[in-house]
């Protein structure tokens, strides 16, 4: 079986942590790098729920997409729920890795694995990094459909397609719009509104789509706009991941165990359909 250092640093070659953000907080939390592993968990969130499967799992690594400390603390007391997350971790040898934003711009990264899952032919980046000669890595991902589909239709897609959420899809835009070329982003993707329109694509997909950058972006283009829950964007990577972890103990005999958390951490756990519209809603004139 490996080390655990073995595995990060096959970890941090598929996700070097130098082409993350400045502002992330991605690598190793927390394991002995001397430790031998042998099974492996990845979800997205590095929450409770996630290391209690991994103690049940007997996984020796959890990778996670989102970090569990995003900014600077001064405790990991098991009184906060991260400092129990550490506290579980440590208590039972399990060690925590994490590719954030260094995922995100992969080749292949989060918005390869979201595309793949609509079942998208991608065609190049949306957000091209400068520092790839070849042209793949970078923010987001352009893609083609195979063929033509009403905007409703590929909300269906994007619903049949992607984990079951309370949130489900929203969709911004004329619903009988037909829609050949998409941008997606995995996670949060509204800082990304420019790009795609410079893109001129048909429709957006992405996540924690807010009310004013969507009211604005549909007053200056004709873009149809896609939201589904963060957690849902980003999940298919860790399939994506597990596979090519997966690819690297094949390699090198390791005879490492990976599994996908099929956990589902979206915070959000109830949608309640709106029935009324404001002039029978019983307010005030």
């Not at 082409?19 to 968990?41: F, I, K, M, Y």
């Not at 020796?60 to 995003?70: F, G």
């Not at 200056?220 to 090519?244: G, K, N, R």
Request: glycine share 8%; net charge negative; proline share 7%.
């Amino acid at each position: 079986m490996p080390r655990l250092s073995e595995v990060i640093a096959a970890l941090d070659a598929l996700w070097p942590p130098s082409r993350a953000e400045q502002w992330d907080a991605v690598g190793t939390v927390c394991g002995d790098p001397d430790a031998e592993v042998s099974r492996v968990l990845f979800a997205v969130d590095p929450v409770q729920e996630i290391v209690d499967e991994a103690v049940k799992l007997g996984a020796d690594l959890v990778v996670t997409h989102h970090p569990l400390y995003l900014r600077g603390t001064t405790t990991v007391e098991a009184g906060t729920f991260k400092g129990r997350v550490v506290h579980t971790l440590i208590k039972n040898d399990i060690a925590l890795h994490v590719a954030h934003t260094n995922a995100d711009t992969a080749d292949p990264g989060v918005s390869d694995a979201l595309a793949g899952a609509l079942d998208l032919r991608i065609t190049g980046p949306l957000v091209p990094d400068p520092s790839d000669p070849a042209g793949r890595r970078g923010l987001g991902r352009l893609c083609e459909l195979d063929h033509p589909e009403t905007l409703r239709e590929f909300a269906a897609r994007a619903a049949a397609r992607l984990p079951r959420t309370a949130q489900g899809i929203r969709v911004a835009g004329d619903p009988e719009a037909v829609i050949r070329t998409v941008a997606v982003s995995g996670g949060s993707g509204d800082s990304l509104f420019a790009q795609v329109r410079a893109a001129g694509v048909d429709a957006y997909l992405t996540a924690d789509l807010r009310h004013h950058p969507v009211s604005e972006a549909r007053e200056q283009s004709p873009l149809a706009l896609v939201d589904a829950a963060h957690w849902a964007t980003e999940w298919p990577w860790c399939e994506q991941a597990a596979a090519q972890l997966d690819a690297i103990s094949e390699r090198h005999g390791w005879g490492l165990r990976t599994h996908v958390s099929r956990t589902v951490t979206d915070p959000w756990t109830v949608h309640a359909p709106s029935v009324t519209s404001p002039s029978t809603s019983g307010a005030p004139n």
